[in-house]
């Protein structure tokens, strides 16, 4: 499957949509964009984003993990950023997702 800069800005407009304090999956966007099993592409389109304006940090995998944290300033940025804004984590590193996942519903 082919990355094109529309799915690129489809992705960033999505990941804008979620709230401080919430986070989403790279799986959930995916499917949310119709591109079920894309989550891999969610992400490069990802580490590409200007993270200034597009709150990247806020996009984990399915497990919580903050697999994309490498492409912000230092590995400890997207955690901070996350906490700053309210996400729990849970004892092994992980978004605490049962408080904090954002599936788009509605």
Known sequence: MQQTPDF?????TLVSC???GKVSTYGIIAEKLSIRGAARMVGWALSAADLEHVPAHRVVNRYGALTGKMHFLTPETMRDMLEAEGVAFLDDGTVDLERHLFGFEG
């Open 8 to 12: 690129f800005q489809q992705v960033y």
């Open 18 to 20: 979620i709230p401080p």
